[in-house]
Structures are given as structure tokens and as C-alpha cells.
């Protein structure tokens, strides 16, 4: 039971990050995508420094290894957020989705995690499902985006599976976030600061800076501590699943048979590696 928690609370994080999809490529319509970066990095981390402002002056070991994890989280968001104005949200939360199949590549040289034949059987599965999801349609510049975002995501991912255990994770958290808007203020500068204030646009910074940013990015961090990268990321390709529907209600955004099958081959996946026997330590 106290492992299947940390499951249902990755599970909550994929739906809450596959909202943001359309919300995002919204309130791009008003905002540049380093700026709203900036606006809801600012957001999410100085909401959580309202309840753990002690524990980050305590754990200032830290440090490097936030520093080292927002790099390749402030990629992920860069090419993540530039990529939605090229390409259809649902696509971008389903190429998103491939970090799945690289995090086991760096897990391996991260935390030296053996690859068991269900979590292998689940990373097939997930593959075909994200490929089939996709439509196996032609990829165009967003798209491509949207594929260097998953190989940040895997970095991170298999990162955080590393530090989250040797490192405070309110801490390991805000940090990053601090790291990330100001290497993203550093990019919207150079655009001017551009900016048309627009009732969308704020509750889009207000919605991914708390729910997405603080408490998804925060919930991430904690979980990982008793799931490994690997199984993390597969209950992770549930993101693009919850995408896609949120891309449907809002936008209109629709996806055929094939889609759904894809998405139903994820979900099984999911399943299949939430069965696995976890790695001896991690719990």
C-alpha cells in the first residue's frame, strides 16, 4: 500500500502536467515562451519557499547537484514550450512522452538500474503506443523540438532518481526552479520582455507555477526517492494520454483509431510496470 501511494502520486503529476499542454500553447498567444517560463518558475518557487524557507537554509549541500538537475529541466521547458508554437499540443504531449525509452539508457549510468523483462516489456509497449499516438505522421520543426524536450526529460528524470535519495527534495525542488527562471528571464530579455497581459495567460502562469511547477515538480522529487527512473518514466507516458484528452475538451484537438490504441497500449504498459517488484533499496 505505501508503495502503490507513490505510484497513484506520479500518476497525479502526468495529469495534471498533460492539462497544461493546451493551456500553455494558449497563453503563448500572449507571452513569449522563455517569458512565461520565467513568470511560472518565479511562481512555483517562491510558493513553496512560503512553507520551506528553514529547510533550504539547512540543506545549502544542495546546491550543485539543483544546479546540475535545472540545466537539463530548463532545456526540457525551453524546447517543450518553444516547440508547442509549432506544433499541435496533443503532438507535443505525446513526443514528450518518448523520455520514456532514453531514461533507462541513463539510469544505467545514474543509479546502474537493471532493466527487468517486465519494465522491458513496458518500454516496448509504451514506444508503440507513443509511435502509434503520434499517427506515424511526418515530424515538422515543433515536433522536432518536442523530441530533444524528451532526452532533457530523461536526463532529469534519471538524475533526480540519483540526488532525490541523497539529497532533501523540498530543497533539491526549489532550487531548480530558482536556477530555471533565471536562465529563462536571461532568454526573455533578449526578447524584450514581451509580454500582453490577458486573463488566460495569468491563470496560465498561476495554474502550471503552483499546480504543475511547485507541487507536480515537488510530488516528482519526492516519489522518486522510492520508485526507480525507469518504472518513474513509464508511469510518466500516462502524461501524453491525459494530453491528448485535455487537447480534445479545450482545443478540439482530435486523434483517430490508432490513437486509441496507442493510448490504451500506454495504460497497459503503466500497469505492467507498476506490478514489477521494486529495486531493493528504494523503498
Request: hydrophobic content about 55%; overall charge positive.
Amino acid at each position: 500500500m505505501k508503495h502503490l501511494k507513490y505510484v497513484l502520486g506520479l500518476v497525479s503529476v502526468s495529469v495534471i502536467w498533460g492539462a497544461t499542454f493546451p493551456l500553455v500553447k494558449e497563453s503563448l498567444l500572449y507571452i513569449s515562451p522563455f517569458g512565461f517560463i520565467a513568470l511560472r518558475f518565479l511562481l512555483g518557487a517562491s510558493f513553496l519557499m512560503l512553507f520551506y524557507f528553514r529547510t533550504v537554509s539547512r540543506h545549502r549541500d544542495a546546491i550543485r547537484p539543483a544546479l546540475i538537475l535545472s540545466v537539463f529541466l530548463f532545456l526540457g521547458y525551453a524546447f517543450q514550450t518553444v516547440g508547442l508554437k509549432y506544433t499541435t499540443s496533443s503532438n507535443a504531449g505525446f513526443i514528450t512522452g518518448l523520455y520514456v525509452v532514453f531514461t533507462p539508457l541513463f539510469s544505467y549510468f545514474t543509479v546502474k538500474e537493471r532493466i527487468t523483462w517486465k519494465v522491458g516489456a513496458a518500454l516496448g509497449i509504451s514506444l508503440t503506443g507513443l509511435y502509434l499516438l503520434s499517427g506515424a505522421s511526418g515530424f515538422n520543426y515543433g515536433d522536432i523540438l518536442e523530441f530533444l524536450c524528451a532526452i532533457a526529460y530523461a536526463v532529469h528524470v534519471a538524475l533526480i532518481g540519483k540526488f532525490s535519495r541523497e539529497y532533501d527534495a523540498a530543497t533539491l525542488t526549489i532550487l531548480q526552479l530558482f536556477f530555471v527562471f533565471f536562465y529563462s528571464t536571461l532568454f526573455w530579455g533578449g526578447e524584450g520582455f514581451s509580454i500582453t497581459l490577458s486573463p488566460l495567460m495569468v491563470f496560465g502562469v498561476i495554474f502550471t507555477g503552483i499546480f504543475a511547477t511547485a507541487i507536480g515538480i515537488l510530488m516528482q522529487v519526492h516519489g522518486q526517492k522510492h520508485i526507480s527512473p525507469s518504472r518513474a518514466a513509464i508511469i510518466f507516458t500516462t502524461e501524453p494520454v491525459f494530453a491528448g484528452i485535455f487537447s480534445y475538451i479545450f482545443l478540439g484537438e482530435t486523434f483517430g483509431v490508432l490513437g486509441a490504441v496507442g493510448a490504451a497500449m500506454i495504460l497497459i504498459a503503466m500497469l505492467l510496470a507498476a506490478t514489477e517488484k521494486e529495486t531493493p533499496g528504494l523503498d
